[in-house]
């Protein structure tokens, strides 16, 4: 079976710009949540969604928004990025809000 | 606010030696997950293991064993026989069992290097 995956697996930006990610959970999973990973740091949670809601949200700026699909993929936006924006970007997919989490490769976000 | 301490950064062991990851974590709730993860060189976080805090039974999955202790809040790592295989950087992750979400919370992880 195919694990989590996301797109692009790496990505170069410069400040002010905005960035789509996308993710694409394990099949017959129903929960997405999102997570920024800092040189050096543990992921830190942004968003959790779970059947189209949003279930929970991080200590991010509005700057940070996500959304997920009717066939359950998710997208995560950032705008007017900042340089400190930098980070692998971890989609995660669980069956359920209190489930396993099982994460994908992340995606790589440069912001120069 | 829950919270998760490895205060080890770094280990080094050679090859065949049994290395132990320490876990410490903090929350007001009486139900609570904890978890392990593995982040080798590829980025990828793996699942190890996941233990509600109703199960303090110690757990052992090949070489891997796991301690939890709700007198100590802790939720220790060992890995029995290292092997170079075993080198990458390990999470330990708490979440609270509030129904609305389930967010992860985790540590700074331990980097563990397997000397040849």
């Known amino acids: 079976d195919a694990g989590v995956t996301q797109s692009p697996t790496h990505l170069i930006k410069t400040r002010g710009q905005q960035v789509t990610l996308r993710c694409s959970p394990i099949?017959?999973?129903?929960?997405v949540s999102w997570y920024q990973q800092v040189l050096g740091q543990g992921p830190q949670f942004i968003f959790q969604?779970?059947?189209?809601?949003?279930?929970g949200r991080g200590n991010f700026p509005d700057r940070f928004s996500a959304r997920q699909f009717p066939n359950y993929s998710s997208e995560l936006n950032v705008n007017a990025l900042l340089l400190g924006d930098s980070a692998l970007y971890l989609c995660?997919?669980?069956?359920?809000?209190?489930?396993?989490?099982?994460f994908g490769p992340g995606t790589r976000l440069l912001v120069l | 606010a829950q919270k998760v301490t490895q205060a080890q950064t770094e280990i080094s062991v050679v090859e065949k030696e049994d290395v132990t990851l320490d876990c410490v974590y903090e929350?007001?709730?009486?139900?609570?997950?904890l978890f392990w993860y593995k982040q080798p060189p590829s980025g990828e976080l793996v699942f190890l293991i996941r233990?509600?805090?109703?199960?303090?039974q110690n757990e052992i999955s090949g070489r891997y064993s796991w301690n939890f202790q709700k007198s100590t809040s802790s939720f220790n790592f060992t890995i029995t026989a290292s092997q170079v295989v075993d080198s990458a950087v390990y999470f330990c992750a708490l979440s609270e069992a509030n129904f609305g979400n389930e967010k992860l919370t985790f540590g700074t992880g331990t980097r563990l290097t397997i000397i040849p």
């Open positions: 929350t007001r709730d009486t139900t609570y997950y």
């Open positions: 969604y779970y059947e189209k809601e949003e279930r």
């Open positions: 233990r509600n805090s109703f199960d303090e």
């Open positions: 995660a997919s669980s069956l359920g809000v209190q489930e396993t989490q099982y």
């Open positions: 099949s017959g999973h129903k929960s």
